[in-house]
Every structure is written in C-alpha cells, then in structure tokens.
C-alpha cells in the first residue's frame, strides 16, 4: 500500500460511471525523472509494475473502458527538461485494451489494412526489397521477423533481423562494400534502372579530410530514345 501511494503523483486513475459503463483513465508521468533509482529500480519500472498489477485486477468487470495518457515524454521546454504539460493519449478508451497497455515493448504499433489488389505487400521478400531500397543508411534500424520455408509454407519465426544497413556507404570502408551494395545505392539517388558503367570510393586523410563517391552512368543508348 505505501509504495502505490508513494508513486501516486506517477500514476492515477479516474473513473467514471454513467449507467452500466465504467470508465477509467490511467495517466503516467514518463519524463526524465522516471529514470531515478526507487528501491533498486527506476521510477518508471516501479510505475509500470503498479499499472500493471491495477490493470490485471480489473479484468473481469463488465462493459469496462480503460485508456491510458502520457505526459513528459514528447516536447522540451528550452531545450532543457521535458514539457509536463505536453500530453498524449496514447491508448484511447476501449474495451480490450488492457493487453495494449500492458505492452512491454516501446514504440506505437501501426497496423495497416491493405486493400485486396495489393496483398503484394504482404510477401516479406517484397517488403525487405522496398526498406533496402528506401530505408538502407537511416541510423535507426529497421527490423522483422525471420521467416523459414517448411513443407512449402512460408512460416514466420520468433527471431528479428535487421533488414536495413544503419550505416552510411560513405563512412564504412571500401573493403567491405560489395559490388551490388553501390550498385543499389547509385540507383537509390539517381532512380537509374541500369547499374553504373563504373564507380570510384576514395578516402583523403591530411589536414583537409574527405571521402568521395564518384559514379559513372551507363552510355545513352541513342537507338532506344525517340525525341
């Protein structure tokens, strides 16, 4: 009971009744100062602990909505703390919502429905196709689920890859680019369907450091363009 008071400015709850629905709001505190030590943990592991234990209790009850607000967590004031009145409902009310709150995870899941004529994007190929030629050189790595063939099905595995190379071409070194990586990547910036005649990676070290990439297109071909 005293830990659940002493972290009551961390989380609260508001019910509200009107006829046979019970609604109840959770909010939590999710600036930098859930990040403190309390009693071996971080504020915010003890905060989700008792939002979890609240939540898990309630299940159960008939025509239940329950929704979850955040603050602290998105703009800076002065660049120097975290706005608290800056907040976010992140799981708006809902009657089954309870496992969304409790996700684990971070990050906000976006689910999209596809129309029937593009299904296409449903094959992990394709997909992993489009985050290398779209999403190859973004710092924050981009990740599935593996998948296995096994009796002519595509299975999805409980493993993640990270499909997307974090790393800028230009920062890592030549030895270890092959030969279709700066195709692809010419081909990225100049939306050419042809593969470069010819490419050069050099690195200048001295007072003036520099790395360049030089890409040669493929000769026009004059035959196949009507003017």
């Not at 907040?87 to 684990?104: A, M, Q, R, Y």
Request: negative net charge.
């Amino acid at each position: 009971m005293y830990k659940f008071l002493s972290f009551l400015f961390i989380l609260t709850s508001l019910a509200s009744y009107s006829q046979k629905k019970t609604r109840i709001l959770f909010i939590l505190d999710a600036s930098n100062s859930m990040n403190l030590k309390w009693d071996n943990q971080t504020r915010m592991e003890s905060a989700k602990e008792i939002l979890n234990e609240s939540i898990e209790d309630l299940r159960g009850i008939p025509d239940l909505e329950i929704a979850l607000r955040v603050y602290g967590h998105q703009s800076m004031v002065n660049n120097t703390f975290q706005d608290c009145n800056d907040t976010k409902l992140e799981v708006p009310f809902g009657k089954n919502t309870i496992d969304e709150i409790k996700k684990d995870t971070r990050g906000t899941t976006v689910i999209l429905k596809l129309k029937d004529e593009e299904h296409e994007f449903l094959d992990s190929w394709r997909l992993q196709s489009i985050i290398r030629k779209y999403s190859d050189h973004i710092s924050i790595p981009i990740q599935m689920y593996k998948t296995d063939m096994k009796k002519e099905e595509m299975v999805k595995l409980t493993e993640l890859e990270t499909i997307n190379n974090t790393n800028a071409i230009w920062t890592r070194n030549k030895s270890d680019i092959k030969k279709k990586e700066y195709e692809e990547f010419y081909k990225s910036l100049s939306y050419d369907a042809d593969a470069p005649l010819a490419y050069y990676h050099n690195r200048v070290e001295g007072k003036t450091e520099y790395t360049s990439l030089l890409f040669i297109p493929t000769l026009f071909d004059n035959s196949k363009t009507s003017l």
